[in-house]
Structure formats: C-alpha cells, structure tokens
C-alpha cells in the first residue's frame, strides 16, 4: 500500500543552489498536484498535471518548475532556490473518473532554504 | 470566485465534549465539498465527502451535510478523543480538472 511516495523528506538548501523533489504513485491516477503548505495559509497549488506528457500552473507557480515524463512520477523543481521557498511540500494525485475525486497525499517534503 | 472560509482555530477542547469546527464557501454551479485530516507529521487524508446539497458525509465518528441554502458544510463529532487532535481542513473542487480551493485550516487540541 504505498500509495504517493515522496523523496526525500527532509532537505537544506543554500540560497541559489538546485534540486528536485521527486513524487511517485503507484494508483494509476491521471492526475498529479504539488502544493506547499506555510503556517497560517492552508495549501496552495503550485502546479499540477492532467496527464502524461502534460503541465499547468496552479496558483503559486512562479521559481518552481514541473515536470510529468512517466504517468505514475511528477518532479518538482526548484532551479535557484529562496529563502521565501521554505516550506513543506506535498504531492497528490487522483484518478479520472465521474465528478470529483478526492485526492490522495504523500507524507511531505520539508525544505529549509538558508 | 470559489473560496472556502474556515474558522480559526486552534480550537481546544476536553475529551468527550462536542465539536463543530465551522466552514463556509463562495461557489459557482454545484460543488463537491471534502474534509480532510492531517495528523502531526503527516500528511492530508480525506476524512468525509459530500457531492450534493443535503449529502451528508461520514466518518470515524464525524459528520458534515452539505446546506446549500446556507452555503455550509460544518464538521461535527459528538464526543472527541485526544487522537482526533490534528488539522482539519475544509475543501471544494472546481471545474473539470477536479482541482481543490482549500480553507486555511482549523487545528484542533483534545486534552484528556
């Protein structure tokens, strides 16, 4: 039962350096979402995917970007990280089906940027 | 546009006292409202779902119904535990690619 897989779960970058958050389902879901969750705020969308081979900006795209190669992985990456990008991380994903499906979460990525 | 309005918690109560954690939203059409849980150190997981007015979703003790009327999906609990300790939050989708507008939260503390 894994479900979504998120790696790694923690990680500390330095201002300017790179990585990628990887995500994994093993559910079959169409699609894929990656939020960041900060104290007070809830959860906002960064980017999300209707598909394979398919990317859209959610709500706080911008120094973030996405990637959907295989249908069961969704990357996040971060180019030229920044302070203001710590934060918590999650991945989700639901399937293609009638009328709105709930969505199912990973555990969460916690960066810190210094 | 579509938003959820949550009230702010956190929201402290002892064992076995009855809960309502309120939540409101702005939508266009005919929404699905969800809530969902998050434990400390995890992450969300759906907790009940409504897809039309006057649904009444359950789980674990917990119950919310869909009010169109008065645009609500309240979560409620009559007797909490301290594992119900967690955040709760208070969801709707929109459109066709069944994306979600999330509320900010509502963190809630069972003491024994």
């Known amino acids: 039962n894994a479900g979504v897989t998120q790696t790694p779960k923690f990680r500390v970058l330095k201002t300017g350096q790179s990585m990628t958050l990887l995500c994994a389902q093993d559910?079959?879901?169409?699609?894929m979402y990656w939020y960041r969750q900060d104290p007070g705020m809830g959860l906002r969308l960064i980017h999300y995917?209707?598909?394979?081979?398919?990317?859209a900006k959610g709500e706080v795209p911008d120094g973030y970007n996405v990637s959907r190669l295989k249908k069961q992985n969704f990357l996040l990456g971060l180019e030229s990280a920044a302070p203001s990008q710590t934060s918590v991380y999650f991945c989700?994903?639901?399937?293609?089906?009638?009328?709105?499906?709930?969505?199912?979460f990973g555990d969460g990525t916690r960066l810190s940027i210094l | 546009g579509n938003s959820v309005t949550q009230m702010e918690g956190p929201v402290t109560l002892s064992e076995e006292a009855f809960l309502t954690i309120n939540c409101t939203y702005t939508a266009t059409g005919y929404p699905s409202l969800f809530w969902y849980v998050q434990y400390p150190g995890e992450g969300l997981q759906l907790l009940l779902k409504?897809?039309?007015a006057d649904d009444k979703g359950s789980n674990k003790g917990f119950e919310a119904t869909y009010r169109k009327e008065t645009t609500s999906f309240h979560l409620e609990k009559g007797s909490v535990q301290v594992s119900d300790s967690a955040v709760y939050f208070c969801?709707?989708?929109?459109?066709?690619?069944?994306?979600?507008?999330w509320g900010a939260g509502t963190k809630l503390i069972i003491k024994p």
């Open positions: 989700a994903s639901s399937p293609l089906e009638n009328g709105p499906q709930p969505q199912h």
């Open positions: 995917s209707v598909g394979e081979g398919t990317t």
């Open positions: 969801a709707l989708s929109r459109d066709s690619n069944y994306q979600l507008i």
């Open positions: 559910m079959n879901h169409e699609y």
């Open positions: 409504a897809t039309k």
